[in-house]
Nanobody
Framework: QVQLVESGGGLVQAGGSLRLSCAASGLTFNTYAMGWFRQAPGKDREFVADIGWSGDTTLYADSVKGRFTISRDNSKNTVYLQMNSLKPEDTAVYYC?????????????????WGQGTHVTVSS
């Protein structure tokens, strides 16, 4: 059974930082691309960042480029999202997702497994 478990969310002031983690089990982690998506209240889920199976390829939404960094540790079956210079508009539930193709993608429908999400709140 595949499980993706996010952690690291919380409340932070604008300008602050958080590091999200997603621990994966039940899959061959080093063959999957891993992505982060978010959903703010009343809005659709949106792409944040993705990293290919080897870690060599990354994609970012324009809204987070230069502030967020995605990385992975295949020895720990874990993907990370370092979020710096946080803004109130970054407030959302952040979801981790796994794509069996192994190639980085910004399209949610290409992902096979999803975590339950972790809440991030940025106060102004």
């Amino acid at each position: 059974q595949v499980q993706l478990v996010e952690s690291g969310g919380g409340l932070v002031q604008a300008g602050g930082s958080l590091r999200l983690s997603c621990a994966a089990s039940g899959l061959t982690f080093n063959t999957y691309a891993m992505g982060w998506f978010r959903q703010a209240p009343g809005k659709d889920r949106e792409f944040v960042a993705d990293i290919g199976w080897s870690g060599d390829t990354t994609l970012y939404a324009d809204s987070v480029k230069g502030r967020f960094t995605i990385s992975r540790d295949n020895s720990k079956n874990t993907v990370y999202l370092q979020m710096n210079s946080l803004k109130p508009e970054d407030t959302a539930v952040y979801y981790c997702a796994a794509d069996a193709s192994g190639w980085a993608s910004r399209y949610a429908n290409e992902y096979d497994y999803w975590g339950q999400g972790t809440h991030v709140t940025v106060s102004s």
